[in-house]
């Protein structure tokens, strides 16, 4: 493979090749951290790095392990701008992570939490009535892109639009024709700055309590945005507040019904445990890879770097490192240090949406407790079967819910 080429095809590195595997990486993670924790892979010319502490590092040290590459896992299109905030590094990126990170602020989402507990009690309220609710296309889908729109300003009737270009733009690279994979990308981005430039051009117009009307209002080197400028951030935006929620969720409620029967019950008679609950998932089932290229030789990993080469981090495979995380391939929910995971990654590139998914998945665990007294499963259920093609995500999680009876409470 030419180093050149954009795409980096991550499952040809690991060999996790059938669904199965996709979906329990957990012995490859072992036997990496423990026989190849640092791997160059000839083939498509990358470094590999498993550990926590050396993935750590590599998120963390920006002028070392640079985010400025022309290869990556799972590449948009590139886009010439100077707002690109994932293709960039501090001085500037923190410059251009300053727009929108208001948005993000613990106190502007707490102005933001009663309409996410509405958009999450609508939904919950809408599964008690359905015979076969389905955890993935009744909750974790619909919420994430309803909140992250809503964010946004765009009008609620798109999010179907909206949620497939998502899955398009943002999936990671699959083995099978990665230039028919290309295409779709491209078609999804032109299709999205169509969709989306008349309201950025509406909303110049006349703002709204909205982030594309305080993007529009926002200057940067001197000069407001450009209208296109402004939908790149929106696209980058929609990202951080759209699939990280919606895997989360998933995953969360895949351990509660198939793995760990009886946590669920441990969180109905104790609330509090809510928020280890979520980061445990976050470190258990969250199975993410980020890019970085060597900027200068370097044997700081201990082997010989070249300036200009490509290290993908396994943050899965971090997260399951039994040096950081004792028994790591047990979910458990009392884990003291369970937020230490790189889930949404580290340093100055630190996941924009992070606090979002957060309290997202807290009001909805929230809100599912105040509602019902059980989670179970309805049938034999082989996760494997129901990927998205080449990923680790859910497409469906059937399950029957009992509706708590309030009048024992």
Known sequence: MN???????????????????????????????????????????????????????????????????????????????????NSTDPPIQRDI????????????????????RNIAKELINKMKQMNKPDIVSDLAVPLPVTVISDLLGTPRQDLHHIKNWSDILFFPNSEVNVTDQAKRKYRAMSEFNEYLLPIVKGKRQNPEKDIISDLTLAAYEGT??????????????????????????ANMFYTFVYEQKGIYQEILSNRS???????????????????????????????????????????????????????????????????????FGKGPHFCLGAPLARLEAQIALECFVETFADIVETEAFNPALHLHKGTQNLLTLPVELKILDRSII
Do not use: C
């Open 224 to 249: 407001q945005l450009t209208d296109e400028e402004v939908v790149i951030f929106s696209l980058g935006l929609l990202a951080a507040g759209n699939e990280t929620t919606t895997n989360l969720l």
């Open 273 to 343: 445990l809510i928020s280890n609950a979520i980061e445990e998932t976050l470190r258990y089932r969250f199975p993410i890879t980020l890019d970085r290229v060597v900027t200068l030789d370097s044997h700081v990993l201990g082997v010989p770097m070249k300036k200009g080469d490509v290290i993908v981090v396994w943050l899965g495979a971090a997260n399951n490192d039994a040096q950081q995380f004792p028994e790591p391939n047990k979910f458990d929910i009392h884990r003291e240090n369970s937020n230490k995971h790189l889930s």
């Open 3 to 85: 180093s050149e080429q954009s795409s980096i095809v991550i499952h040809e590195i690991s060999k996790l090749q059938t669904p199965e595997q996709l979906w329990n990486p957990y012995d490859w993670y072992h036997d990496m951290l423990v026989n190849n924790p640092i791997y160059y892979d000839e083939k498509q010319n990358v470094w590999n790095v498993f550990r926590y502490d050396d993935v750590n590092m590599v998120l963390s040290d920006f002028k070392l392990f640079s985010s400025i590459r022309k290869r990556s896992v799972s590449p948009i299109p590139p886009v010439i701008t100077r707002v690109d905030i």
């Open 97 to 116: 992570r300053k727009l929108v990170s208001s948005a993000f602020t613990p106190r502007s989402l707490k102005e933001w939490e009663p309409r996410i």
